[in-house]
């Protein structure tokens, strides 16, 4: 029963162009949404949040979009540079009871952006 | 500097034995968390510990205990492993609310 979904395990993109990646969650009580990056052989790095409250937030190359009522998220990077070839991971905060922080992530969608 | 470390990062055991893998942060947070990464590649929540209260995920097994002897660690026992246990286990630590800083995971295989 998977909460958050990333129905994409994979992405190719040519370098310059955007990428764009969606994710899915099932529970509208998830106020707070994360994106990590991951290299292989190394831990997940924080790259942007967005809160509820929000429908967009932007930090440089990455702008995270949020629907809430289509309970979609979609990560654009602009524009996409070999570097940026990693998996990404979407998660989703649960702010009831005493669930605060332990992130709820997707499957991942390998990212792969080609010089 | 690291910020958030685990050692080792491979363990390679066999069926039954316990083990531990050990984290450490230096950011002064004040939650640490351990996840479990599957071969399913789903990275799922084991545990969350904020100095006096630890929340629990119901679907780990009792043999996973989480032990903290200071603010700054937090250390997985694993007790009479199972192959089922072979994956990578993160740790991560954040303030109340904060993003979360991830270790580089330890590998643990179960032979």
């Known amino acids: 029963d998977q909460q958050v979904k990333q129905n994409s395990p994979s992405l190719s993109v040519q370098e310059g162009r955007i990428s764009i990646l969606n994710c899915d969650y099932t529970n509208s009580m998830f106020d707070y949404f994360l994106w990590y990056k991951k290299y292989p052989a190394e831990g997940p790095t924080f790259l942007i949040s967005i809160s509820s409250i929000k429908d967009k937030n932007e930090d440089g190359r990455f702008t995270v979009f949020l629907n809430k009522s289509a309970k979609h998220l979609s990560l654009h990077i602009v524009p996409s540079q070999p570097g940026d070839s990693a998996v990404y991971f979407c998660a989703a905060n649960p702010s009831y009871g005493g669930s605060q922080g332990n992130l709820i992530f997707g499957k991942g969608t390998k990212l792969s952006v080609k010089p | 500097d690291t910020a958030v470390s685990q050692t080792p990062k491979y363990l390679v055991t066999q069926m039954g034995n316990d083990k531990s893998i050990k984290c450490e942060q230096n950011l002064g947070h004040d939650t640490m968390y351990w996840y479990k990464q599957d071969s399913k590649k789903f990275l799922k929540i084991m545990f969350s510990?904020?100095?006096?209260?630890?929340?629990i995920n119901e679907t780990v097994p009792n043999r996973f205990s989480p032990k903290s002897p200071d603010k700054a660690h937090l250390n997985l026992h694993i007790n009479s492993l199972e192959l089922g246990d072979s994956a990578v286990y993160f740790c991560?630590?954040?303030?109340?609310?904060?993003?979360?800083?991830f270790g580089p995971g330890t590998r643990l295989t179960v032979l």
């Open positions: 510990y904020n100095n006096k209260e630890l929340i």
């Open positions: 991560a630590s954040s303030q109340p609310a904060g993003e979360q800083f």
